[in-house]
């Protein structure tokens, strides 16, 4: 998996945005970046995408949480990581803000509200700070 960033564009063009948030799992994943002072491990974000997920305690859904956890390793976070939007050092497993997140915000911020009124999951407006996303970090 490439964990570094080489060249990192200006900015990430709309259709970019759009595929990039088109799977529950990046936006649950950037929700519970969104949720933590940052680093956080990939450990805890698996937790936090289990119980969006599911609306319960990720400890009660262990089959799920290793499912997700590999698809989150091999799918979602590299896509993510190629596109600036979040930093993973593999060897601590942990996974930070990127300089492309801002990009993302306006559009999380819709889709937030679409994943609120879906219905059974566990997300919840107070648990999410899109906020924390805009701020231009360097690293």
């Known amino acids: 998996m490439n964990t570094k960033q080489t060249e990192i564009p200006d900015s990430l063009p709309l259709d970019d945005r759009l595929s990039l948030l088109s799977s529950h799992y990046r936006r649950y994943l950037l929700y519970g970046l969104s949720q933590y002072t940052t680093p956080v491990s990939l450990a805890v974000l698996t937790d936090t995408v289990t119980e969006f997920e599911h609306g319960t305690p990720a400890e009660q859904h262990r089959d799920e949480r290793l499912k997700i956890y590999t698809a989150l390793y091999h799918n979602h976070l590299p896509r993510l990581v190629d596109a600036g939007v979040v930093q993973y050092d593999q060897s601590e497993d942990m996974v930070d803000i990127g300089p492309n997140a801002p990009?993302?915000?306006?559009?999380?911020?819709?889709?937030?509200?679409?994943?609120?009124?879906?219905?059974?999951?566990?997300?919840?407006?107070?648990?999410?700070?899109?906020?924390?996303?805009?701020?231009?970090?360097?690293?």
């Open 103 to 139: 990009a993302l915000v306006p559009l999380l911020e819709e889709t937030m509200e679409h994943d609120l009124s879906a219905s059974g999951d566990g997300l919840s407006s107070n648990a999410v700070d899109i906020d924390s996303l805009r701020p231009e970090r360097s690293n």
